[in-house]
């Protein structure tokens, strides 16, 4: 029985990114399109400390199914978010935007990872670009930083711990073996309360 769907491969090429010198401090950007007071963003950064130093740049709000915008013509602000910890932020802007301002103005360098999630719901089909969770990992990609999108398949009954305890399996993979270039992995967890034995690389489906 397929326990982990995972792995839409993005542009897919060669050579190898995000290789990491154990020595130095590890920092991991998590963001999400479901807003800063998600329970799945919020059980992913916390269990992401178990890794490295975790920053939280997140949408002020829902910004589900906002795809790959970006907020033009307005101004972005940063608001620290001090009752969730002291490196948890949010931006009144889309998935995208968290990424950007993340990465190069809110966190002192730039992180040696991105974990987008965790979304309550599947982003299984060729529709997974109208997905903010999906588009945040894109635009790290973009930027030459390895990342992934996590998701629950299933839309009620959300149990986001063994997605995130897999996140942080998958985390300390990529850091230390890194992603082939101009790669991105969308991970897809099922909701059934248990721990799932094993994954499995996939192809994409078509969403009917």
């Not at 400390?49 to 602000?77: C, F, N, T, Y």
């Not at 910890?85 to 993340?102: A, Q």
């Not at 009954?157 to 992995?185: M, Q, Y």
Request: net charge positive; hydrophobic share 40%; glycine share 6%.
């Amino acid at each position: 029985m397929l326990r982990y769907a995972i792995f839409h491969k993005y542009l897919c090429r060669s050579a190898f990114i995000g290789v990491i010198d154990e020595r130095v401090s590890l920092k991991i950007l998590v963001t999400n399109d479901d807003g800063i007071q998600s329970e799945g963003l919020l059980t992913l950064a916390r269990a992401l400390e178990k890794v490295a130093e975790v920053w939280v740049v997140a949408p002020d709000r829902e910004q589900s199914a906002i795809s790959h915008a970006l907020s033009m013509g307005r101004r972005l602000r940063s608001q620290k978010v001090a009752s969730l910890g002291p490196r948890y932020f949010t931006v009144n802007g889309t998935p995208t935007d968290c990424v950007l301002l993340g990465a190069n103005r809110i966190m002192p360098e730039r992180p040696n990872l991105i974990a987008s999630g965790i979304n309550k719901g599947e982003n299984l089909g060729d529709d997974i670009t109208y997905s903010g969770t999906v588009s945040a990992a894109i635009e790290a990609t973009i930027l030459s930083i390895p990342s992934f999108a996590i998701s629950l398949t299933s839309r009620k009954n959300f149990d986001f711990t063994e997605a995130a305890s897999f996140a942080v399996r998958l985390s300390r993979h990529i850091l230390k073996k890194g992603l082939p270039r101009n790669t991105f992995l969308n991970v897809n967890v099922p909701c059934k309360g248990r721990r799932p034995c094993s994954y499995k690389i996939t192809r994409m489906g078509k969403r009917v």
